[in-house]
């Protein structure tokens, strides 16, 4: 945390780090989306038959794609202004 503070704030490289963001400011959603959505599902419904090819990675491909789907959401409420505040 130290570390993002001081490239964030103190080095001001806050522009490269935007991705960031989409998660932070809607940490709350991302938790519960994850928890309550079941992303492995619709993750293994669009990468079927890439089992075969990558073999044993394929855990590591649909846990990808599981985090990317949920970054993409995140990216969409960050973007439309909806933050979930408690």
């Known amino acids: 945390m130290a570390a993002t503070y001081y490239l964030v704030d103190v080095k001001g490289w806050g ?3 935007k991705w960031i ?3 932070g400011m809607n940490s709350i959603t991302a938790y519960v989306v ?6 492995s599902s619709l993750a ?14 394929y855990p590591v491909v649909i846990t990808f794609a599981e985090v990317s789907i949920l ?7 960050y973007n439309k202004g909806i933050f ?3």
């Open 44 to 57: 293994g419904g669009l990468l079927f038959g890439l089992e075969h090819i990558v073999g044993g990675f």
């Open 71 to 77: 970054f993409l959401i995140m990216r969409y409420l």
């Open 34 to 39: 994850a928890h309550v959505c079941d992303f």
């Open 84 to 86: 979930l505040k408690v």
């Open 15 to 17: 522009g490269e780090m």
């Open 21 to 23: 963001k989409f998660f």
